[in-house]
């Protein structure tokens, strides 16, 4: 197969399209066309996305997978799905409807298929795309100036900075923004995306780094104490600083991450987005 000239698609907005063609059919390399052309923000490789899709099976024409079935559009970062996703998507705009035909190099070949999904190995995919959102990849909002006496937090190209200085460490959680985002309250059960970094109080050494991430994305309620309580009630988009003591964070310390018995830890947390669970 050339081109895709060769798929008919029937494109519903909001709804599950259909693709019909000559099956089964093969591409040697990712191609994408838009079918309704948006005016968003464009697309780039390792962009979080936000979309809802149908995935269809160039071999029998069968559909495989579909966001529209569970009646919600699904968010991921481009680097950590299929390389056809990325190849394909990347340059187009949000609000544009997107057609991709990607090869099994670029689909599931690397895992000797999906069987789960009836995908084999060789087997060509094709996904037409509504892409909704684009996740930002740092805090936006209003900017706030914290009280005095406690560490300071500088931006550096490669993320955060934090100086403890002559701060006094907390002996209860501390949650303060640094920058208020306009986006939604935050609640418990929400699932989460953000990029943070951490340090240890007792030697101000970085302890975590998930900032270089597009974005780490889990349920709220499966992270620390602090993290639960902190996130509560502040709004997606903001940038927080969060001092955890002990009980708060690791009460026991975390061989794991090098983090001692007794350590009060620092958080310089991106909450980018919010949603949901």
């Given at each position: ?31 994408s066309t838009v079918l309704k052309k948006g ?76 069987p789960d999904a009836g995908i084999q190995k ?145 958080y310089v947390i991106d909450v980018l987005r919010?949603?949901?669970?």
């Open positions: 197969m050339k081109s895709l000239d060769e798929l008919k698609v029937d494109a519903k907005q909001g709804k599950e399209s259909t693709v019909t063609g000559a099956w089964p059919l093969k591409i040697d390399k990712t191609q005016s968003g923000a464009k697309v780039k490789a390792d962009s979080t996305v936000t979309l809802d899709y149908v995935g269809v099976n160039a071999r029998d024409g069968k559909v495989f997978d579909s966001s529209y079935k569970c009646g919600q559009a699904v968010t991921f970062p481009l680097q950590q799905v299929v390389p056809g996703f990325s190849k394909g998507l990347a340059g187009h705009r949000v609000g544009d409807q997107v057609l991709v035909m990607m090869p099994g190099s670029d689909g599931y070949d690397s895992g000797g298929g999906r060789g087997d060509s995919l094709i996904f037409v795309v509504e892409i909704k959102e684009l996740t930002p990849t740092e805090a936006t909002g209003e900017k706030v100036d914290p009280p005095a006496g406690l560490p300071t937090v500088s931006m550096a190209k490669d993320g955060p900075k934090v100086n403890i200085g002559k701060a006094s460490k907390p002996s209860k959680l501390v949650t303060q923004p640094l920058i208020k985002g306009k986006g939604n309250k935050i609640t418990a059960d929400d699932v989460v995306t953000v990029k943070y970094r951490s340090w240890a109080w007792s030697t101000g050494k970085v302890v975590d780094d998930g900032y270089d991430d597009p974005g780490i994305q889990g349920m709220l309620q499966q992270t620390i104490p602090a993290w639960q309580e902190g996130l509560a009630g502040q709004t997606a988009g903001s940038r927080l600083l969060i001092i955890a003591p002990p009980n708060k964070a690791y009460p026991e310390g975390s061989p794991d991450k090098k983090v001692k018995k007794g350590e009060t830890m620092i919010a949603e949901k669970g």
